[in-house]
């Protein structure tokens, strides 16, 4: 699978996909000894020998023919490097990881449910009152009727193919500074999803033999190589609302003889792209270890480093990491609730004073569009089968993943190369 990966990064990984494709056959399935998922499932106890052992070794023949296709395509792909000395040894860490799990504060998180009912009923008094009715605020069409049927609070409401009024994160929030209501409607729905999705939902999920949550790290399912966590996912904690961060108070060490220790590196996307694209003014910043979105911010708005304010500092933070992300004028515009002439001039300005990342950005999507993919500083691939599309829209697309991949890519790798290190020396 990880070697499938490393080749092939957006096909399936499971061996039955791989057999049928590369080897063109279909393995026995195990619904056909055991059943379907469900109550009348069998054991694996109950189905004959005979069946067990030509299940068993059907799997061994098909791992050793996919292994053997594979070595030869890992070679081809320059990608032998990357499995060996980082995906491979990663599988342990991530093993032991799981294993060991993280512990709980169910208490804590029982007392944080309750506060977050309050919260969100007063929400819903709130929003009740200001509808003058009272509705379901969870249906989207309800919601829609009460925004912009009866309050009437835009001329021409956004609809969806379906033909009822749009209540999407996007179109909330840019109504949100202006009518209270729509404010409250985007704190009712984050609180709901935040007591549902974690703060009730990962107490279900503390395994009763361990006392702690055991998470499942996917190796294999990021195309740019970074790791993915399900049943619970862990990585995606909400730190943005104090709500949020309170979630995070519940993951303690298991007693007085472990500490939980935060690592972060900072930075590092820009720091590769300072690195990848060799721009002088980015690379001696980081050298001289400044705060680099006050120096963005400094080179844009033409002053001193001192004299930056808390605005201009953000401005260029939105900027310094949209531009990463292939971010167009409009995108920024929208991001900063500013003109989209005055952003295009940000960009411009951006590019006059880190030329490096201008010749970066324009070489690679030129060498992507000749080789059809691009490459971590490590040697992962990413392709781009849109990259010369004459469909606008999806070449648009594949151009800011061709930007965008080298580095979210490259910063998944020294990460992962990091978690073997720490690994090895904490045994």
């Known amino acids: 699978m990880i070697a499938h990966y490393l080749i092939n990064p957006d096909m399936r990984h499971n061996m039955d996909v791989l057999a049928?494709?590369?080897?063109?056959?279909?393995?026995?399935?195990?619904?056909?000894?055991?059943?379907?998922?469900?109550?009348?499932?069998?054991?694996?106890?109950?189905?004959?020998?005979?069946?067990?052992?030509?299940?068993?070794?059907?799997?061994a023949d098909?791992?050793?023919?996919?292994?053997?296709?594979?070595?030869?395509?890992?070679?081809?792909?320059?990608?032998?490097?990357?499995?060996?000395?980082?995906?491979?040894?990663?599988?342990?860490?991530?093993?032991?990881?799981?294993?060991?799990?993280?512990?709980?504060?169910?208490?804590?998180?029982?007392?944080?449910?309750?506060?977050?009912n309050n919260d969100i009923a007063s929400l819903e008094k709130s929003i009740y009152e200001e509808a003058g009715?009272?509705?379901?605020?969870?249906?989207?069409?309800?919601?829609?009727?009460?925004?912009?049927?009866?309050?009437?609070?835009?001329?021409?409401?956004?609809?969806?193919?379906?033909?009822?009024?749009s209540t999407a994160e996007d179109v909330l929030s840019y109504l949100a500074p202006d009518h209270e209501i729509v404010q409250h409607v985007l704190d009712y729905r984050g609180l709901s999803k935040l007591k549902s999705t974690y703060v009730d939902a990962l107490p279900a999920q503390v395994n009763a033999n361990t006392g702690r949550v055991h998470t499942d790290y996917m190796q294999t399912v990021a195309a740019t190589g970074r790791l993915s966590s399900n049943n619970p996912n862990l990585q995606n904690i909400p730190i943005r609302t104090e709500r949020g961060r309170q979630v995070r108070k519940a993951f303690v060490p298991r007693n007085e003889d472990y500490?939980?220790?935060?690592?972060?590196?900072?930075?590092?996307?820009?720091?590769?792209?300072?690195?990848?694209?060799?721009?002088?003014?980015?690379?001696?910043?980081f050298a001289e270890g400044e705060d680099i979105h006050r120096h963005t911010a400094s080179e844009i708005f033409c002053v001193e480093p001192e004299n930056v304010t808390g605005d201009q500092r953000r401005s260029a933070k939105a900027i310094n990491f949209g531009l990463i992300y292939g971010m167009s004028a409009h995108g920024l515009s929208k991001q900063l609730g500013i003109e989209r002439h005055q952003a295009a001039?940000?960009?411009?300005?951006?590019?006059?004073?880190?030329?490096?990342?201008?010749?970066?950005?324009?070489?690679?999507?030129?060498?992507?569009?000749?080789?059809?993919?691009?490459?971590?500083?490590?040697?992962?691939?990413?392709?781009?089968?849109?990259?010369?599309?004459?469909?606008?829209?999806?070449?648009?697309?594949?151009?800011?993943?061709?930007?965008?991949?080298?580095?979210?890519?490259?910063?998944a790798d020294i990460i992962k190369r990091a978690m073997i290190s720490i690994h090895d020396w904490l045994l």
Request: glycine residues 6%; without cysteine; proline residues 4%.
């Open 259 to 285: 500490v939980l220790l935060a690592a972060d590196y900072s930075q590092i996307e820009l720091r590769i792209m300072a690195h990848l694209s060799g721009d002088k003014s980015l690379l001696t910043a």
């Open 345 to 411: 001039k940000y960009m411009e300005t951006y590019f006059e004073r880190y030329p490096g990342v201008r010749n970066y950005m324009d070489n690679t999507r030129e060498q992507a569009k000749k080789d059809g993919y691009v490459e971590t500083i490590f040697g992962r691939r990413l392709y781009l089968p849109e990259i010369n599309s004459s469909n606008g829209l999806r070449r648009q697309y594949a151009e800011r993943t061709a930007i965008n991949a080298p580095m979210q890519g490259s910063a």
């Open 62 to 116: 098909v791992t050793l023919q996919l292994k053997e296709h594979f070595q030869k395509e890992l070679g081809e792909a320059n990608t032998q490097k990357l499995f060996d000395e980082i995906e491979i040894p990663l599988v342990q860490v991530l093993a032991d990881m799981e294993l060991e799990g993280i512990n709980l504060d169910q208490e804590f998180l029982g007392s944080l449910s309750e506060a977050l």
């Open 20 to 59: 049928e494709t590369y080897l063109n056959y279909t393995p026995v399935s195990i619904e056909e000894l055991i059943g379907k998922k469900g109550k009348n499932q069998k054991s694996m106890a109950d189905v004959p020998v005979d069946q067990q052992t030509e299940y068993a070794v059907e799997d």
């Open 133 to 165: 009715e009272e509705f379901n605020i969870g249906s989207p069409k309800q919601l829609g009727e009460i925004l912009f049927d009866k309050l009437k609070l835009v001329d021409k409401p956004k609809k969806t193919r379906t033909g009822q009024y």
